[in-house]
C-alpha cells in the first residue's frame, strides 16, 4: 500500500468516524445505556447489505460532496430572518420566506422546551427506515447506496411515496455531529447528474466528484446562486432550557418545484405536530 492510498485511507476513516462512530456513542450513552436507536441503526446496515458500496474513493467523494451541502447549510441558517420577503410567527415557531433570483428559500425556526429531549428529536428527524411512522417521513427516498449508517444516496420520492417521474433523481443524505450540542442532517444535496437504476456494479465516483461545486469561500446567498440547484436539511441544537430546530429548504424553480414546494409544506408541518408531541 502506498503512501498517497494510506493517507486517503486515514482521511477517510477520520471522516467516517466523525459521522458515524461519535454519533452512536453520544446516542448510546444519552441514557446511561444503549437504547432501541443502536438495534435501529445495525438494522439499518443489514437491511441495506446489498446497496454498501465497496469503493472507498467513491465513499469518500461522497462525503465531500456532504461537507459542501453542510456548510451552505449553515450560513443559510446564519442569515435566516435577515431582510425576508414575508414571515409568520407563532407560539415557539417562526416561517420565513424570501426568492433569490430563481431559487425560493423557505426557513422553519422551532424552539421545543425540553433539552432533555434532544436525541430524541434527531431520532425523530433521521427516519428514512422507520417503517412503522405513518404518513410522509421527513426523509422521502429509497436508499440507492449505503455508505455508512450516515451517509446514504437516497432515491428521491414524491409525497405520495412513488416516483416523480420516469427520471430518476438521486440526492445523499447525512446525519453529522458538528458539536457536542449541534447535530446537522443534510437531506436533500443536490440533485446528481445520474438518471438511470443503480446497483452494484454502478460507479458513481466520478459522477459526484463532477457534481456542481459549493463555494464556501463565499456569501450564502451568492453560493445558492452560483450552484443553480436545490438543497435542503435541519440544524438542531441543544440549548440550556431547550432545544432549536432550524429546517432551511431552498427549492431551484425547476420542472419538481411545484412538488418540492407541496413537499416542504408537509415537512413545516410535520416539525410543528413533532414539537407538540415529543
Not at 21 to 42: D, H, I, M, P
Not at 149 to 161: A, P
Not at 207 to 217: A, G, H, V
Request: neutral net charge; charged residues 30%.
Amino acid at each position: 500500500m502506498n503512501k498517497r492510498y494510506i493517507k486517503i485511507a486515514l482521511a477517510l476513516l477520520s471522516l467516517v468516524g466523525y459521522m458515524q462512530n461519535v454519533v452512536f456513542a453520544s446516542e448510546t450513552t444519552a441514557n446511561g445505556a444503549k437504547n432501541s436507536t443502536s438495534l435501529r441503526q445495525k438494522t439499518v446496515l443489514e437491511e441495506y447489505k446489498d446497496k454498501e458500496c465497496k469503493d472507498m474513493y467513491e465513499t469518500f467523494a461522497a462525503i465531500d460532496d456532504a461537507r459542501g451541502a453542510l456548510s451552505l447549510l449553515l450560513k443559510l441558517a446564519e442569515n435566516m430572518g435577515d431582510h425576508p420577503v414575508d414571515s409568520t410567527e407563532n407560539e415557539n415557531t417562526t416561517i420565513y420566506s424570501k426568492k433569490i433570483g430563481n431559487i425560493d428559500i423557505g426557513w422553519l425556526h422551532v424552539t421545543i422546551p425540553s433539552p432533555s429531549k434532544y436525541y430524541d428529536i434527531i431520532k425523530e428527524l433521521w427516519d428514512f427506515n422507520n417503517k412503522q411512522k405513518q404518513g410522509p417521513k421527513f426523509i422521502n427516498g429509497n436508499v440507492a447506496r449505503l455508505y455508512s449508517k450516515y451517509l446514504i444516496l437516497f432515491e428521491k420520492l414524491n409525497i405520495d411515496g412513488k416516483n416523480i417521474n420516469s427520471k430518476k433523481r438521486y440526492a445523499l443524505g447525512a446525519r453529522i455531529k458538528k458539536t457536542e450540542d449541534t447535530f446537522v442532517i443534510v437531506c436533500p444535496t443536490r440533485t446528481l447528474n445520474y438518471a438511470d437504476e443503480i446497483d452494484q456494479e454502478t460507479d458513481l465516483k466520478e459522477i459526484i466528484k463532477n457534481t456542481k461545486l459549493i463555494e464556501t469561500e463565499i456569501g450564502a446567498e451568492e453560493a445558492l446562486i452560483k450552484l443553480g440547484d436545490s438543497i435542503a436539511g435541519f440544524i438542531v441544537k441543544k440549548l440550556d432550557d431547550n432545544v432549536d430546530v432550524t429546517y432551511i429548504n431552498a427549492i431551484y424553480d425547476g420542472p419538481n418545484s411545484t412538488n418540492d414546494k407541496k413537499y416542504r409544506d408537509i415537512i413545516y408541518t410535520n416539525i410543528r405536530n413533532l414539537a407538540q408531541r415529543i
